[in-house]
């Protein structure tokens, strides 16, 4: 289901550092509303959905945003 390769999807050139963009992308990333609180509570929700077809869509998107 998921395949693990070691690869930037577009090549960076990184020429000067830049802490305030740095906080924001940790922001978007790792924060209160970023992508990995997005994915849990997908996946937590899950549990209460009480047909199968929505718990199915929940597992699919709470994956697809920990794969992002």
Known sequence: M???????????????KDIRMA??????LGGANGELAASIRYLCQ???????KG??????IGTEELVQ
């Not at 899950?46 to 199968?52: L, N």
């Open 55 to 60: 718990r199915a869509l929940l597992s699919d």
């Open 2 to 16: 998921f395949k693990y390769e070691k690869m930037l999807e577009y090549p960076i050139n990184i020429r000067k």
């Open 46 to 52: 899950r549990f209460t959905m009480p047909d199968e």
């Open 23 to 28: 906080k924001l992308l940790n922001e978007q």
